[in-house]
Nanobody
Framework: QVQLVESGGGLVQPGGSLRLSCAAS????????MDWYRQAPGSQRELVAA???????TYTDSVKGRFTISRDNAKNTVYLQMNSLKPEDTAVYYC?????????????????WGQGTQVTVSS
């Protein structure tokens, strides 16, 4: 079994900061890309930021310069530092990872999702 467990969401005022964490655990062989998605009420889930196993990053335009994604491969953990938060950043944030499991070794990639964490930006 593999789990992705997120933490760090909450309520913050506009202009404030939050740091999300997502730890992967279980029978993991290797982890490829790790990323963060978000879904606001009435909207589709969108990719916010992604980081490859060698540290290459990508961001959606609306968060460039404000959000930073990083990962600690030794801890199988990905982070999302969110600064200068805006009300339009309000959403449920989901951690996602592509990984290989021990039972199949260097075989197929599997996709896993966290349970989601609420981020609310409001005064």
């Amino acid at each position: 079994q593999v789990q992705l467990v997120e933490s760090g969401g909450g309520l913050v005022q506009p202009g404030g900061s939050l740091r999300l964490s997502c730890a992967a655990s279980g029978s993991i062989f290797s982890i490829g890309v790790m990323d963060w998605y978000r879904q606001a009420p009435g909207s589709q889930r969108e990719l916010v930021a992604a980081v490859t196993s060698d540290g290459r990053t990508t961001y959606t335009d609306s968060v460039k310069g404000r959000f930073t994604i990083s990962r600690d491969n030794a801890k199988n953990t990905v982070y999302l530092q969110m600064n200068s938060l805006k009300p339009e950043d309000t959403a449920v944030y989901y951690c996602h990872a592509l990984l290989k499991v021990e039972s199949t070794g260097n075989g197929p990639w599997y996709t896993y999702w966290g349970q989601g964490t609420q981020v609310t930006v409001s005064s």
